[in-house]
């Protein structure tokens, strides 16, 4: 019971940690990113080439893959997103599908479509028994660094000055140019970390998750249901979402096996019938 | 000074000269009544570009005129044809009294989920969409007693035509089955979107407030033609079930609702006949690329829609009015 708590949270908390770009680009800018999922699934097989082929310590490969994920969304939102975020949302999903299409055939081809694993370090393996919780060492490092990075995401947009940056530039794009601000750095900037992190994730989550050339389409509805139930204010809304919808996922796959993934759906319906805005939307905002 | 029967008569007669049948529209149904007659090596290829052509058809009403972008129509193709296979093989023969059937059905289903994407964003309508048609796809894989699950609902086969003409091999029947049904919901479609009512939508998708302003029910109009459109949409997944004997679960897949929003883009959005001429373009360019890179050709599918979008839809579409005026402007 408690173990399964404790899965649902490492795998909440691995979500959290791939969406938080996302609700950034599409819950404030309002730009409809379908492709989000191929950045983490960039940092996974990153991380897979590195570890596995060239023989990089995990741990060292981890800041890699963010680095060069973050470094891939730098160059597409420069020559490709800068053009789509002024574009109609219909014309957003066609094109970040056709992204997404691209990465998955081209991974495909590169690396082939099996499922890939990360070879970690054998104390990753262990699992500790602390008052009748089972842990995974492998789980209990997620969370950790997890929970990290969820804790300097809030105090970076919500205390830094580049925080109230991103936030002013988000409201009123006209009215911070006036300012001073130069708003493309700050989307271009904040869109670069957020490809980072999706690629930090998946690197973290790859033998989590699964990593095959499908992973962007698999997973998409799930980063899709932390930015939708969680709303835009904040990353605390995005990080209980993920946390419940990961707890909820673990256990509904462990208690009813025969409904599957059905519960996350049907909840995921139900929510945004309630509250289309999301769960935590701050009243009356954008 | 023009008075207000002025104007009615004004307005009635602009509205008629936009619905009057043009030539070139009887040009395009003669070409396709010809592929029928002289192109017998293709009826395979054919039949799939003429339900694809439907199936956009049914998108375009959500779409184009609805306003509502859709990320899971083949929730409503894949319920047709799971919904008319099973018919077929179980309990009615009858083609067209099937097809009749899997459209009444289609559209329930259609009616009934028409309420989840009247509320909220385009976010929210593009996972609530999403949602019912993984949520469908889930369900058909995991009854495999009826469905047939990962192996395909099999041994599909319809009786005779109109009591008269047997489905054959080379799918000739087939064939002209699909384009004369596809015919004959085009010529509905486009008598509904001409109509009153269907203007009345076209307001809607540019400006609700204002639309409900003057009296006309958004929310109503909205659930009209998504119910219409869901069932167009199953009837076009029924034609596939019958004409190919077959249902597999890729019918519900995801990259069938995304080729179909590829499919609409290249043809047009808001003139019918957009999902008749992309699905046409789409399904020889899959062919050629398919032919070419049999795994990889999804990598072009893609690089044309981020494409597409970055050269603009506008630019595209506009090309060939703007170089008939061009050809128009260097003869005069």
Not at chain 1, 67 to 84: C, K, N
Request: glycine fraction near 12%; include cysteine.
């Amino acid at each position: 019971m408690l173990t399964n708590l404790f899965d649902g949270v490492a795998y909440g908390m691995l979500l959290f940690v791939i969406a938080c770009g996302l609700s950034v680009t599409l819950g404030l800018m309002n730009l409809i990113n379908l492709a989000h999922g191929a950045f983490a699934m960039a940092g996974g097989y990153i991380t897979v080439v590195l570890v596995n082929r060239v023989g990089v310590p995990f741990f060292a490969a981890l800041p890699l893959a963010f680095i060069l994920s973050a470094a891939i969304g730098l160059a597409l939102e420069r020559t490709l997103y800068v053009h789509v975020y002024k574009k109609t949302h219909l014309e957003q999903v066609m094109f970040s599908i056709g992204l997404v299409f691209m990465a998955m055939t081209a991974v495909s081809f590169v690396i082939g479509s099996e499922q890939k694993f990360i070879t970690v370090p054998a104390f990753l393996d262990n699992r500790y028994e602390v008052f009748g919780v089972s842990m995974g060492a492998y789980r209990l490092l997620i969370i950790v660094v997890c929970g990290l990075l969820a804790g300097s995401l809030q105090y970076i947009i919500a205390r830094t000055r580049f925080g109230s940056q991103l936030r002013a530039a988000v409201d009123d794009p006209t009215v911070a140019r006036g300012l001073g601000i130069n708003v493309d750095l700050v989307f271009a900037a904040t869109f670069a970390v957020g490809s980072g992190l999706a690629g930090l994730g998946g690197a973290l989550g790859a033998n989590l998750l699964g990593l095959d050339p499908t992973f962007p389409v698999k997973y998409m509805v799930y980063f899709l249901i932390v930015v939708a139930v969680g709303g835009s204010a904040g990353m605390t809304g995005p990080l209980v979402a993920a946390i419940l919808l990961g707890i909820a996922d673990v256990s509904g796959k462990y208690y009813l096996p025969q409904f599957g993934s059905f519960i996350i759906y049907v909840f995921m319906i139900v929510v945004l019938l309630w509250r289309p805005q999301g769960l935590f939307a701050k009243v009356g905002g954008r | 000074m023009s008075t207000h029967a002025e104007n009615i008569a004004a307005a009635s007669k602009a509205l008629r000269q936009v619905s009057r049948v043009k030539p070139a529209e009887i040009v395009f149904w003669l070409a396709a009544l010809a592929t029928f007659f002289f192109l017998p090596d293709q009826y395979l290829l054919l039949n799939e570009v003429v339900i694809t052509g439907l199936f956009a058809v049914s998108l375009d009403l959500v779409i184009g005129y609805g306003g509502i972008v859709s990320l899971g129509h083949a929730a409503f193709f894949g319920f047709g044809c799971y919904f008319a296979g099973l018919l077929t093989k179980f309990a009615v023969p009858d083609p067209i009294l099937g097809l009749v059937l899997a459209g009444i059905a289609t559209g329930a289903l259609g009616f009934v989920t028409s309420f989840l994407v009247l509320r909220g964003s385009d976010l929210t309508r593009i996972m609530v969409t999403l949602s019912v048609g993984v949520l469908l796809g889930e369900i058909a894989n995991r009854m495999p007693w009826l469905t047939g699950g990962a192996d395909g609902l099999q041994g599909v086969a319809p009786g005779l035509l109109l009591g008269r003409f047997e489905f054959d091999i080379f799918g000739k029947i087939a064939y002209g089955y699909s384009l004369a049904v596809t015919f004959v919901l085009f010529v509905i479609a486009r008598r509904f979107v001409f109509s009153p009512f269907g203007w009345s939508i076209r307001a809607v998708k540019q400006n609700a407030l204002r639309t409900s302003a003057i009296g006309i029910p958004v929310n109503g109009r909205l659930v009209v033609v998504y119910t219409i459109a869901a069932a167009y949409a199953g009837i076009a997944g029924a034609l596939l079930a019958q004409t190919t004997s077959f249902v597999s679960l890729d019918v519900l897949a995801f990259h069938r609702s995304a080729d179909l929003l590829l499919v609409l883009i290249i043809g047009g959005t808001g003139y019918l006949y957009g999902g008749l001429i992309g699905a046409l373009l789409f399904k020889l360019v899959q062919d050629t690329l398919a032919n070419f890179t049999p795994e990889y050709w999804e990598f072009w599918i893609g690089l044309i829609l981020v494409a597409i979008v970055m050269i603009g839809r506008d630019r595209i579409t506009g090309l060939p009015m703007h170089l008939a005026r061009r050809l128009r402007g260097a003869s005069a």
